[in-house]
């Protein structure tokens, strides 16, 4: 089974991915490795995860030819300039044993971030085929429009977070109009969405899982990917099943009327998310 691709006018990508945070080790290695197996081929990490080594160990081992894997990873926002952030990036590609990465982040903006020095290093990496595409993770929309007002590298993907109860209308309004990709984390919102009656009479009507009514409804958007976090086998078929479910428009319509401002992921470094 494999997933769905989304096919944007800068990149493709396998629209359901597995995501690796917070696996790490021998524990993440494995993950991979069985994900790949069961036909993956979108793997998500980032630096500040500390499992790049896992990630790489098992794309080494899988057997899986390189260029049928969509590899990426993200930078942490301490590195706030264009010469930190490239440094940074090859210690990336070391420990994920790679010669380049499918789509590379900043991971999270920060108010020391010069994002002009940040927008040139990611070009150099594009233009010099280390990162076959870039991106930007966790910006507001104002951010996120100042990054592309400003015209210095191609953004190919935003990832944040989304699910069944954050909708991320103005976003998807800005990526979108531009066929950027929106990749979105935490689709299942920590598993707190699953237990909505809504969901789930949903999901029995389709003989489904919650978890891929929740995935199913992300995948139906234009331009929008999902990377479930999954170790299990188990898990990892289930999520990948998601892909074969339509939504018809009345269960599209009973889950719009869920609440689509609830965030999880809000750490104290967090941006405003209205700016």
Same mark, same amino acid.
């Given at each position: 089974?494999?997933?769905?691709?989304?096919?944007?006018?800068?990149?493709?990508? /396998?629209?359901?991915?597995? @995501?690796?945070?917070?696996?790490?080790?021998?524990?993440?290695?494995?993950?991979?490795?069985?994900?790949?197996?069961?036909?993956?081929?979108?793997?998500?990490?980032?630096?500040?995860?500390?499992?790049?080594?896992?990630? @790489?160990?098992?794309?080494?081992?899988?057997?899986?030819?390189?260029?049928?894997?969509?590899?990426?990873?993200?930078?942490?926002?301490?590195?706030?300039?264009? /010469?930190?952030?490239?440094?940074?990036?090859?210690?990336?590609?070391?420990?994920?044993?790679?010669?380049?990465?499918?789509?590379?982040?900043?991971?999270?903006?920060? /108010?020391?971030?010069?994002?002009?020095?940040?927008?040139?290093?990611?070009?150099?990496?594009?233009?010099?085929?280390?990162?076959?595409?870039?991106?930007?993770?966790?910006? /507001?929309?104002?951010?996120?429009?100042?990054?592309?007002?400003?015209?210095?590298?191609?953004?190919?993907?935003?990832?944040?977070?989304?699910?069944?109860?954050?909708?991320?209308?103005?976003?998807?309004?800005?990526?979108?109009?531009?066929?950027?990709?929106?990749?979105?984390?935490?689709?299942?919102?920590?598993?707190?969405?699953?237990?909505?009656?809504?969901?789930?009479?949903?999901?029995?009507?389709?003989?489904?899982?919650?978890?891929?009514?929740?995935?199913?409804?992300?995948?139906?958007?234009?331009?929008?990917?999902?990377?479930?976090?999954?170790?299990?086998?188990?898990?990892?078929?289930?999520?990948? @099943?998601?892909?074969?479910?339509?939504?018809?428009?009345?269960?599209?319509?009973?889950?719009?009327?869920?609440?689509?401002?609830?965030?999880?992921?809000?750490?104290?470094?967090?941006?405003?998310?209205?700016?």
């Amino acid at each position: 089974m494999k997933s769905p691709v989304l096919n944007t006018p800068l990149m493709k990508m /396998p629209a359901l991915g597995l @995501g690796t945070w917070p696996m790490k080790g021998g524990a993440c290695q494995a993950a991979v490795e069985t994900a790949l197996s069961l036909g993956y081929r979108h793997i998500d990490t980032a630096e500040m995860y500390g499992n790049e080594d896992a990630v @790489g160990a098992a794309i080494h081992l899988a057997g899986v030819p390189r260029g049928e894997i969509f590899l990426t990873t993200k930078i942490w926002n301490d590195k706030t300039d264009g /010469p930190s952030f490239r440094a940074a990036f090859d210690e990336c590609l070391g420990r994920l044993r790679q010669a380049y990465v499918d789509l590379l982040l900043v991971h999270w903006p920060s /108010p020391a971030m010069d994002l002009p020095s940040i927008l040139e290093a990611m070009a150099w990496i594009r233009a010099n085929n280390l990162a076959k595409n870039v991106g930007v993770s966790n910006f /507001p929309p104002g951010l996120l429009q100042r990054a592309l007002d400003l015209d210095i590298v191609p953004i190919a993907c935003l990832q944040v977070e989304h699910h069944l109860m954050l909708g991320q209308d103005r976003l998807l309004a800005i990526t979108q109009a531009r066929r950027i990709a929106l990749t979105s984390y935490t689709p299942l919102g920590k598993g707190q969405t699953l237990d909505h009656p809504v969901i789930q009479q949903i999901a029995r009507r389709h003989k489904a899982t919650p978890a891929q009514v929740a995935l199913a409804w992300l995948l139906r958007m234009q331009d929008v990917a999902a990377i479930p976090k999954a170790q299990s086998a188990q898990r990892q078929m289930e999520n990948l @099943g998601a892909a074969a479910i339509r939504l018809t428009a009345e269960d599209v319509a009973a889950l719009a009327t869920l609440p689509k401002d609830r965030r999880f992921v809000n750490p104290d470094m967090a941006p405003d998310w209205n700016s």
